[in-house]
């Protein structure tokens, strides 16, 4: 599954970053619009958590409550991308931040996902 996530870095508590997953048409079976988009995370030791998904026409989005306020998810339809933007960065906002697809609907549930990327870093320091 061809879904590329971009953008990790270490960075200080109260910095930013911006994360992009670009999205390759050749391994999705239909266009990248029927794709609701969603970002998870995972932080050594824990599971994976639901940080933030976009409906496939951009309308509708949802956060979790942790990243509420701080987090934009944004989608490009016509460039196949999916970008996070992260502001007020946190020490507990370290972990692998993966993108994944969920085709017809979006969802904070990682089964209702169909394809995943191979995840990017983010490391926040005191």
Request: aromatic share 10%.
């Amino acid at each position: 599954v061809q879904l590329q996530a971009s953008g990790g870095g270490s960075v200080q508590a109260g910095g930013s970053l911006r994360l992009s997953c670009a999205a390759s048409g050749r391994a999705f079976s239909n266009p990248f619009n029927m794709y609701g988009m969603g970002w998870f995370r995972q932080a050594p030791g824990k599971e994976r958590e639901f940080v933030a998904a976009i409906s496939r026409d951009s309308a509708n989005t949802m956060y979790a409550d942790s990243v509420k306020g701080r987090f934009t998810i944004a989608r490009d339809n016509e460039q196949n991308t999916v970008a996070l933007e992260m502001n007020s960065l946190k020490p507990e906002d370290t972990a692998n931040y993966y993108c994944a697809a969920a085709l017809l609907t979006y969802s904070s549930s990682p089964t209702s996902y169909d394809h995943w990327g191979q995840g990017t870093q983010v490391t926040v320091s005191s």
